[in-house]
């Protein structure tokens, strides 16, 4: 069975930096593309970031571009985001998604249950 | 910018059946292999249909994918208490780029 759990959420100043991660198990992670997707408490979902299987290709929705990076460990079947210039309108749970397939046009099958990240002073 | 739209709210009897869409601001989303997910209140998002059409493992087969017209369509026939949830669309936009709708709250009464 496919399980995804992040952590590294919690309470940030603007401006500050967070790392979170995504600790994978129940499938092949190197052999799967991988996203994170975001929802701000009470609204909708948001797409954040993708990275194929080898970390060949990596994409970003444009209101995290520059600020934001994924990565992957496939030896630890683990993936990354690292934060940074965070803002008040990052707060949000960041959910790990894993792709159906090795490369980023193919869609999410399978989630985590988030982490809440809140960006305040 | 693109805009993927859905209907912001829907209700539908129980046992009956609902048709939720999902829409570009302009042109079709047929190329855009639109996929469907469901989040109860409180929950993790789940996986219902993707590449327009295919059910997820587990998903019962109430639950269809489909195009009508210019628009991707989420059919759900013999609606249940517990289907009652947020639904949200997804569209792949190019360049590894994808893109939510604003989802769509289902009631079931």
């Known amino acids: 069975e496919v399980h995804l759990v992040e952590s590294g959420g919690g309470l940030v100043q603007p401006g500050r930096s967070l790392r979170l991660s995504c600790a994978a198990s129940g499938f092949t992670f190197g052999d799967y593309a991988m996203h994170w997707v975001r929802q701000p408490p009470g609204k909708g979902l948001e797409w954040v970031s993708g990275?194929?299987?080898?970390?060949?290709?990596?994409a970003y929705a444009e209101s995290v571009k520059g600020r934001f990076t994924i990565s992957r460990d496939n030896a630890k079947s683990s993936l990354y985001m690292q934060m940074n210039s965070l803002r008040p309108e990052d707060t949000a749970f960041y959910y790990c998604?894993?792709?159906?397939?090795?490369?980023?046009?193919?869609?999410?099958?399978?989630w985590g249950q988030g982490t809440l990240v809140t960006v305040s002073s | 910018q693109t805009v993927v739209t859905q209907e912001p709210s829907f209700s539908v009897s129980p046992g009956g059946t609902v048709t939720l869409t999902c829409g570009l601001s302009s042109g079709s989303v047929s190329t855009y292999f639109p996929s469907w997910y469901q989040q109860p209140p409180g929950q993790a998002p789940r996986t219902l249909i993707y590449s327009t059409n295919t059910r997820s493992s587990g998903v019962p087969d109430r639950f269809s994918g489909s195009i009508l017209g210019n628009k991707a369509a989420l059919t759900i026939t013999g609606a249940q208490a517990d289907d009652e949830s947020n639904y949200y669309c997804?569209?792949?936009?190019?360049?590894?780029?994808?893109?939510f709708g604003g989802g769509t709250k289902l009631t079931v009464l």
């Open positions: 997804m569209l792949y936009m190019g360049s590894g780029i994808w893109v």
């Open positions: 990275i194929s299987w080898s970390s060949g290709t990596i």
């Open positions: 998604a894993k792709a159906s397939r090795w490369e980023l046009p193919y869609p999410i099958d399978h």
